[in-house]
Structures are given as structure tokens and as C-alpha cells.
């Protein structure tokens, strides 16, 4: 399998769960490295930016609430299959549906605040950690 990058957003509600540590730890432990990471309080434009695609959606405009509801930790993660890796990790987008032992499962309250987010493909992977990244703060290794 193929070394990977993807963007991931430990969300508002997790952040003031105080659960980054408990999440960067499954990651570590799955093999991703974390090559990149910034603190955040997102405005309204940056988080209508990063979710442009789901401009059209009903939901869109809750979700850009929620994102913009506090400090957000964002991280770039690297490893063998690492898009796919960290949606395995985060489990289903609704909580009541992701399976056991999952972020989602473990620390999200509903399908608003489901405490991560994770790219959904290459593309969107790239696009997502330009959005957040220069390349000279990613520290590949
Ligand atoms: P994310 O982009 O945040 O990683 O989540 P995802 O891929 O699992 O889900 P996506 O379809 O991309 O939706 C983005 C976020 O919008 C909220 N959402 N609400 N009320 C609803 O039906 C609904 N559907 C999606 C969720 O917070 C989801 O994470
Ligand atoms: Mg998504």
C-alpha cells in the first residue's frame, strides 16, 4: 500500500473534551505520523472555505456554527493507506452508527458534533492540507 497524506480536524467538542492526546494516541498507534499540526479558532469564511462542497447541503450552515464554536487542533497525517486508515479510525459520520471503539463511538455526542473530521480522498486530501499548510511546515519523515 501506498504512504499517504491526509488532513485531519479534532473538532470543538472533542478539543474542549480535552481528548486531543487520547486521539493523537490512536493515531500513533494505527501508524500515522502526524507531519504537520496547528491550533486554530476558525473564522466564518475559513470554515466556509474548507467546507465549500457541502455549500448547497441543509446542514451547511450548521456546520460552519459548530466549526466556528471554538478552538479546532488541525493535523496533517502520514502513513501506508493513511486516508482510509483514519476514516477506519474515526468510524461512521453518525455516532450511533460507527462501530465500537471508534472516535466517533468513543467521543461524539451526534451527527453535529462528531468530534473529527478526516479527508475522504486524495484529492480532497491535498486540496485539504494546502488549505491549513504551507508545504514548509509539513515535516515529512
Ligand atoms: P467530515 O467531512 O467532517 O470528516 O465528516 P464526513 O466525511 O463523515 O461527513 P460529510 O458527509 O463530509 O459531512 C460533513 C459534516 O457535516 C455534518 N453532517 N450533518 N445533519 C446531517 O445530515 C449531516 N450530514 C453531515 C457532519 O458533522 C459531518 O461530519
Ligand atoms: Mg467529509
Known amino acids: ?11 470543538p467538542d472533542a478539543v474542549a473534551k480535552n481528548v486531543i492526546g487520547k486521539i493523537y494516541q490512536r493515531f500513533e498507534d ?18 466556509e472555505g474548507f467546507y465549500a ?18 478552538p479546532v487542533m488541525v493535523q496533517a ?16 459520520t453518525d455516532p450511533k452508527k460507527a ?9 461524539a455526542a451526534s451527527i453535529d ?6 479527508s475522504d480522498a486524495a484529492e480532497t486530501a ?3 492540507i494546502a488549505y491549513f499548510f504551507p508545504a514548509l511546515n509539513v515535516y515529512s519523515r
Open 1 to 11: 500500500m501506498a504512504v499517504e497524506r491526509t488532513l485531519s480536524i479534532i473538532k
Open 30 to 47: 494505527a501508524g500515522l505520523k502526524i507531519i504537520a499540526a496547528r491550533m486554530m479558532h476558525l473564522s466564518r469564511n475559513e470554515a
Open 53 to 70: 462542497v457541502h455549500r448547497e447541503r441543509p446542514f451547511f450552515k450548521d456546520l460552519v456554527d459548530f466549526m466556528i464554536s471554538g
Open 77 to 92: 497525517l502520514e502513513g501506508e493507506g493513511a486516508i482510509l486508515k483514519n476514516r477506519d479510525l474515526m468510524g461512521a
Open 99 to 107: 462501530a465500537p471503539g471508534t472516535i466517533r463511538a468513543d467521543f
Open 113 to 118: 458534533a462528531n468530534a473529527v473530521h478526516g
Open 126 to 128: 491535498a486540496v485539504e
